[in-house]
């Protein structure tokens, strides 16, 4: 089973590759990392993994081309230049490594990374961060009537939206993409919990007990108490226009669904829940 998965990874990563990570997204845009850097979320790990499973240097040589070209590279790491137009910036001191945590956001690597890269020691620093941008995300944002942040795929901040951002109407930016498509809505309020960041902290209270407290985590699975937190955007009027190539309202999104059962299971198995 291990080499046909292992067979699956590398020729998928090699597609990529010979496209220098630059493809067609969705009929809409051309995709490339300094379009969308969460994309190194799943470039790096699985470099190494694709070295680790064949020994072909190339592998590791992208490997750490990209870590030089991004990682390391203090202009794009430090950058001060993250916005989301529709939303307004919401940001403090803690939140400087923005840059590599939006780069890193899908998935648990960082930890994976930890151990088993040859940078291993930039890693582990990279892993005591990420516990810590994960805690104050998730302690900031403990409200009954607003969890976490609306745009769960680009948390901007750590910081809890303020009062005057809950419970505000849907706003719609009015823009289209490069396809005619609208864009989808941006809803400045509190109302999500970033499930996504459930799953990463869980893993990581695995794979550090000590250094993740699992009281937020706890609380936020308490407070996902319908199955509306589970939509992409909840309107209980269904007030959204008609909005091409996204979820609508009340479409349960499968990441927050898993999210939220992979967090339970794994603070159940370290007997954190009942």
Not at 191 to 208: D, H, I, M, N, V
Not at 228 to 240: A, K
Request: hydrophobic share 35%.
């Amino acid at each position: 089973m291990q080499k046909e998965l292992d067979s699956i990874l590398v020729g998928a990563l090699q597609w990529y590759l010979n496209k220098n990570f630059s493809y067609p997204y969705r009929g809409r845009i051309n995709h490339n990392i300094d379009l969308g850097p969460h994309a190194l979320s799943y470039y790096i790990p699985g470099l190494l993994h694709a070295y680790k499973a064949t020994g072909n240097k190339k592998y590791l040589e992208n490997y750490e081309r990209l870590h030089q070209q991004y990682f390391y590279n203090p202009e794009w790491a430090l950058a001060d230049n993250f916005e989301m137009p529709e939303v307004p910036s919401h940001r403090n001191s803690v939140d400087r490594f923005i840059n590599i945590h939006i780069a890193l956001r899908w998935g648990c690597r960082v930890g994976w990374l930890s151990e088993n890269a040859p940078n291993s020691i930039y890693y582990k620093g990279l892993l005591e961060e990420f516990i810590q941008w994960n805690h104050r995300l998730l302690s900031n944002n403990l409200k009954t009537e607003g969890l976490g942040h609306d745009q769960d795929n680009m948390v901007p901040s750590t910081l809890g939206y303020p009062p005057e951002w809950l419970n505000q109407p849907f706003q719609h930016p009015g823009k289209k993409e490069e396809n005619g498509g609208d864009i989808y809505c941006i809803i400045d309020r509190a109302c999500f919990p970033a499930f996504r960041k459930l799953r990463e902290q869980s893993y990581f209270s695995t794979l550090k007990p000590d250094l993740v407290d699992s009281t937020p985590i706890l609380e936020t699975l308490r407070f996902v108490n319908s199955p509306d937190h589970f939509t992409y955007w909840y309107d209980p009027e269904d007030r959204l226009g008609n909005i091409k190539l996204q979820c609508r309202s009340w479409a349960l999104q499968a990441q927050f669904t898993t999210a939220w059962l992979t967090a339970y299971w794994r603070l159940r198995r370290m007997g954190k829940v009942d």
